[in-house]
């Protein structure tokens, strides 16, 4: 317990970009990024391995976006997740990156590789834990990583609370060219009230303890028997501008079509589609 | 009139660099505030935008004013600088207001903001004063009587915009009769083993009309040999371009000065050969290229020395001499185009540089003898009984997406010609894997040819072929190679070799052409590596404006996070028509080089009537 304190106390670092670090889906997009309390979909696997436990269906995911519609970074989620023994849940996805061709690159490509686990410990509390790999290569400089992700799911009554910590445990990245890279632990902590049956409301703050700290706030509202999802949010971005976060999802029996939008204040529309199948 | 075409010339080519003057970790220097009568004032060290910071408490009561300040030895700044710091401010409005060396300008009007936000101070308005010589930095707050209020500041940083085309850096022109004592140290070295400081060697600048400086030696003082070292403190000249020269006046009274140059930090002397220099009683321009004193690191160097070192005086009754140097400048050349490093063009032969090897009897000869542009180096060689020759030499070379060329001619027989490289000095010693490339050479006299090899022509090649080590690490090529085998039954031959260089693998990325106010956008190259090894360690946007224009140019990560504003946010920067380049190093707005990734770049255009944005992405690896 103590070494979690200082864990938590150590994720006081405001963090810039780095290699690997954008991980979305339709569903988290488009409820403003707030997916560490609650999740229907392979979203847990990137926001709190803990809410896998929550997901008692099998489901296989595949998204796609072209990063702000600029024509240049192509980014690909695929999933699945299936309820497994111990009152847990498992979840394994790959996120890759691409470049576009148009932009002449001699080389490049990004992935990243979670294994998850999601455990019920007891009626009120669920604890999962990823495990990733990170590889990159930018022309030829080649670096990759083993990192882990922890998070906590606390259940009351019209109440969720979780806390993630991405990369809470990681190796630096080694560039072939002797650039070292540490990756740097982040935290979270998210908020969901179920109001009503259909609809819910999450609240997370990125970097808690750092005076620099974000917050996203977002809603899900069940509509037609729960057939279709809609979802909005904001989300905090700087000198006080926001994200408009908005996007639905149609479910049948078998298939769910998903699509995610957000609005950046500078960089302007992000879109994300996805395509859900229920085994 | 010119000083319009001054600024106008500043602002077609700019090169921004920053460095932190004080990131107030520590309230070092910083002097508690002086204050109005009856006013309280306080300075403290509390949690700032970026770790500490400095907190500057006022309560006037029945004064009005209040300000804290800091004493500098020497702060090199200039008209075309920009100073930026963070702040954030509680209490009732106030004015704030900036000194330097004494003289106030007023900054911006203080009202309670709860977030961080930069400013700016364009050293423009400071115009008046010298602002090569800063001693004093005050920030002052005026208010009225009653006020209160906290203004805490953070990373106070100098923004450096100088034009980066042909222009001379005037070190000193010694034109002024200045204490030089706190710049010059004059020592004799007995053996270089015990110096001891004397003043018979200081120099003074004369009176007259055209001063200069003197280095003199006084008859009578014993030892091998004597040396004055010129300290240049300051920022300005800290950074050196491979495509810098060191440029001097210098004469001498005596026919028997010979005269040497080194740079601190580095081992090498430059030494001024008096055959082809003659300086007795007669003017020289000396140019000395800064790329033969760093030959490896091109990093800060820090404080410069320039060492002028007199060798080989040996008997104790020398007559006494001067030595007069005027005019020191920093000389800034033009970069060829695409060419980021001069790795060789053999103007200043060194035969210890290239070690020549061959096997069994062969024989070979080096030389320096005229070529391209000034000198080339001859290897004159005859086949005995062994196959092959070589001459090598140590570089520290970021290979890595470059395209390294050379010229050559040859007289003679048919020859085959090998270029390898190697990430290992030592390669002897280890199975090391290299890569090389076999070329023809034509065994007559003929014009110089370029020979281009591009990064993918390399082909992997082991001295032990059952280790073929493929991971050979191209960002640090350490060691040069060129074999010449023989072909048939040649024997007596010559081969030049000229003008060795780097160029970039240019990826010219159009992104926009024919925009309604921005003609054309481009970046040179999407990836970069900003590690300060002096190879591509900056991004360039290169654009073209129909007309007048505020440009704004903002860095975002994947995320969406803003990392860099390269002009404060929201507050665009003037450019005339026309085109311009902006370069970026890879810092953010804490002037931290930014990890490796995809990084979004936002440039906006805005006219008077229409707005134009070009959005794209670059990414970092270094």
Not at chain 1, 202 to 230: A, H, Q, V
Not at chain 2, 287 to 308: A, T
Not at chain 2, 388 to 415: D, M, P, Q
Not at chain 2, 517 to 544: M, T
Request: aromatic share 16%; proline share 2%.
């Amino acid at each position: 317990m103590k070494k979690l304190v200082f864990i938590i106390l150590l994720c006081t670092k405001s963090i810039f970009a780095k290699a690997f670090e954008e991980s979305l889906t339709p569903y988290s997009l488009s409820k403003g990024s707030t997916g560490t309390s609650f999740a229907i979909d392979s979203s847990a696997i990137l926001y709190n391995p803990a809410l896998l436990v929550e997901i008692r269906e099998t489901l296989f995911e595949i998204d796609y976006s072209n990063l702000y519609n600029l024509g240049a970074v192509n980014y690909y989620f695929s999933s699945f997740i299936k309820p497994f023994i111990w009152r847990g849940g498992l979840g394994f996805c790959i996120i890759y990156k691409s470049i576009d061709s148009s932009l002449l690159l001699n080389e490049f490509s990004e992935y990243a590789i979670y294994s998850s686990y999601g455990l019920n410990i007891n009626k009120f509390l669920n604890c999962g834990l990823s495990v990733k790999y990170y590889y990159a290569n930018y022309n030829f400089n080649k670096s990759s990583a083993i990192s882990s992700d922890f998070g906590i799911l606390l259940k009351l009554n019209f109440l969720n609370f979780g806390i993630f910590i991405k990369d809470i445990i990681s190796n630096d990245l080694k560039w072939y060219s002797d650039n070292k890279e540490e990756i740097e632990p982040l935290i979270r902590t998210g908020l969901t009230l179920n109001l009503f049956e259909n609809f819910k409301i999450s609240y997370d703050i990125e970097n808690p303890l750092n005076k620099n700290f974000k917050n996203f706030l977002g809603f899900e509202f069940f509509l037609f028997n729960k057939t279709i999802l809609l979802n909005g949010g904001l989300m905090e971005l700087y000198y006080n501008k926001i994200a408009l976060n908005f996007g639905f999802i149609l479910r049948t029996n078998f298939f769910d079509f998903k699509i995610g939008f957000s609005q950046h204040y500078d960089l302007g529309l992000n879109t994300i589609l996805g395509v859900g199948i229920k085994f | 009139m010119l000083r319009y075409l001054l600024i106008f010339f500043l602002f077609i080519q700019l090169y921004l660099r920053s460095e932190v003057i004080d990131s107030f970790e520590n309230l070092s220097g910083w002097s508690l505030p002086q204050i109005s009568s009856n006013a309280f004032a306080s300075i403290e060290n509390v949690e700032g935008y970026k770790n500490k910071c400095l907190k500057f408490s006022v309560d006037f009561n029945d004064g009005f004013w209040a300000q804290t300040y800091k004493e500098f030895k020497y702060y090199d700044l200039s008209e075309g600088d920009i100073l930026k710091f963070y702040y954030k401010y509680d209490g009732d409005p106030v004015n704030l207001y900036f000194n330097l060396n004494n003289n106030e300008k007023l900054v911006l009007g203080l009202n309670p903001t709860s977030v961080w936000l930069p400013c700016t101070i364009d050293l423009k308005q400071f115009s008046n004063i010298d602002l090569s010589k800063i001693e004093l930095m005050k920030f002052v707050i005026f208010g009225s009587a009653g006020f209160k209020g906290s203004l805490t500041i953070d990373q106070l940083q100098l923004l450096r915009l100088f034009p980066v085309s042909s222009s001379n850096l005037l070190i000193d022109n010694y034109e002024d009769n200045e204490d030089y004592n706190t710049l010059l140290s004059g020592v004799v070295q007995y053996n270089f083993l015990y110096p001891t400081g004397t003043n018979d060697y200081i120099l003074k600048s004369t009176n007259s009309s055209e001063n200069f400086l003197i280095l003199r030696y006084v008859k009578g003082t014993k030892g091998k040999e004597v040396k004055w070292i010129i300290k240049f403190f300051g920022t300005a000249y800290t950074n050196f371009s491979q495509f810098d020269n060191i440029k001097f006046k210098i004469k001498s009274n005596s026919p028997d000065v010979k005269i040497g140059v080194s740079l601190q930090y580095s081992g090498y002397i430059y030494n001024l050969n008096s055959s082809t220099h003659n300086f007795y009683n007669n003017w020289q321009t000396i140019k000395i290229p800064v790329k033969y004193f760093i030959d490896r690191d091109l990093k800060s160097v820090g404080e410069i020395q320039f060492i002028f070192l007199l060798k080989n005086f040996i008997e104790n009754d020398l007559n006494s001499f001067e030595i007069y140097i005027d005019d020191l400048e920093l000389e800034r050349e033009f970069k060829p185009e695409g060419v980021v490093k001069t790795v060789e063009n053999f103007e200043y032969f060194n035969s210890s540089s290239w070690s020549k090897f061959g096997h069994n009897n062969n024989k070979i000869e080096v030389s320096s003898v005229d070529g391209i542009d000034g000198k080339s180096f001859k290897i004159d060689f005859n086949f005995i009984d062994g196959d092959f020759l070589l001459i090598e030499r140590y570089f520290y070379l970021n290979l890595r997406n470059k395209i390294l060329k050379f010229k050559f001619k040859s007289e003679g027989e048919i020859n085959n010609l090998e270029v390898k490289v190697s990430d290992k000095k030592d390669w002897q010693n280890v199975s090391v894997t290299y890569i090389r490339k076999f070329y023809n050479i034509v065994g007559t006299t003929c014009d110089w040819i370029e020979l281009k090899i591009e990064p993918d022509d390399w082909q992997y090649f082991s001295s032990d072929n059952d280790k073929i080590r493929k991971s050979l690490n191209l960002g640090q090529i350490e060691k040069i190679w060129l074999t010449i085998s023989q072909s048939g039954n040649s024997q007596k031959s010559s081969f030049y070799i000229d003008e060795l260089e780097l160029t970039e693998k240019l990826e010219s990325n159009y992104i926009l052409k024919n925009g309604k106010i921005i003609e054309s956008f481009k970046i040179e190259n999407i990836y970069f590596s900003p590690n300060n090894d002096g190879f591509n360690d900056r991004v360039k946007f290169l654009f073209n404006l129909k007309e007048d224009c505020k440009i704004s140019l903002y860095i975002f990560n994947l995320k969406g996070e803003l990392v860099k504003s390269i002009f404060n946010y929201g507050e665009p920067f003037n450019f005339n028509k026309g085109e311009h380049f902006i370069e970026w190093d890879g810092r953010d707005d804490n002037n931290k080089i930014l990890d490796n990734g995809i990084y979004i770049f936002k440039f906006i255009a805005e006219s008077s009537a229409i707005r134009e944005e070009v959005k794209k992405i670059i990414i970092i690896s270094k």
